[in-house]
């Protein structure tokens, strides 16, 4: 696609349900990147996946977050357990490799996550 | 412990006028930075970088520059736009293992805001 595509752009949940955020990167890209902002907070990283390597999961706050990506392609986040702090916009990015272009990457519109 | 901070979370410029943004790291591993722009709803959008080698990147109205000693950057911005209003983020990152490594630290975010 012509961006950066996630899938839902909102999505409010009861505390202690499960949540999926999907991400599309742009085609081609090989390397994709989940962030989450939380309100008045930057940008915090979650995970980091490039090609075939092992994932980077070095930001994930707990072990109830997961992420995968199918194919090279497609990355769901997944929260298990939601607890009101996880409410946040979760952001997904893609870069075309693992260096840091001149361009530096490309968002998505986010994910806002309310657990209520 | 953040590790690139923006101490000002918001800036009020008149059209026409520069906007000055801050931004300070800590990590003096970092090599490359760069600035984010976000509006209300969307995702980060790429506005200039910087590499360590330089200390000065000139982009149109955009000029960023870095101060290595001090680990300081600053992006410009002048004339200043009612359409440059939104959040400004700083990012960073560096080399790892010689091989460039794209995972970003961000900043917490300036609210800028040129009045007309």
């Known amino acids: 696609g012509a961006g950066v595509s996630q899938s839902p752009s909102n999505k409010v949940t009861e505390k202690g349900k499960d949540v999926e955020l999907r991400c599309d990167p742009i085609?081609?890209?090989?390397?994709l990147y989940w962030y989450r902002q939380s309100l008045g907070q930057g940008l915090e990283f979650l995970i980091y996946?490039?090609?075939?390597?092992?994932?980077?999961k070095s930001g994930l706050p707990s072990d109830r977050f997961s992420a995968e990506r199918t194919g090279g392609s497609v990355s769901t986040l997944t929260i298990q357990r939601t607890q009101q702090e996880d409410s946040a916009v979760y952001l997904c990015?893609?870069?075309?490799?693992?260096?840091?272009?001149?361009?530096?990457?490309?968002f998505g519109s986010g994910t806002r996550l309310t657990v209520v | 412990d953040q590790q690139v901070k923006q101490n000002s979370p918001s800036l009020s410029v008149q059209e026409g006028r520069i906007s000055i943004l801050n931004c300070d790291y800590t990590?003096?591993?970092?090599?490359?930075f760069l600035w984010y722009k976000k509006y209300p709803a969307e995702g980060p959008t790429f506005l200039i970088s910087?590499?360590?080698?330089?200390d000065k990147n000139e982009d149109g109205r955009f000029t960023v520059f870095l101060n290595k000693s001090a680990k300081h950057l600053s992006l410009h911005i002048v004339p200043s736009q009612p359409g440059d209003s939104a959040v400004y983020f700083c990012?960073?990152?560096?080399?790892?293992?010689?091989?460039?490594?794209?995972?970003?630290?961000f900043g917490q975010g300036t609210i800028l805001t040129v009045h007309p």
């Open positions: 990012a960073s990152s560096f080399n790892a293992g010689g091989t460039s490594y794209g995972k970003l630290t």
């Open positions: 996946f490039q090609g075939n390597s092992a994932p980077d």
């Open positions: 910087i590499s360590s080698i330089k």
């Open positions: 085609s081609g890209h090989t390397a």
């Open positions: 990015a893609s870069s075309r490799g693992a260096s840091v272009p001149n361009y530096g990457y490309t």
């Open positions: 990590n003096s591993m970092f090599d490359y």
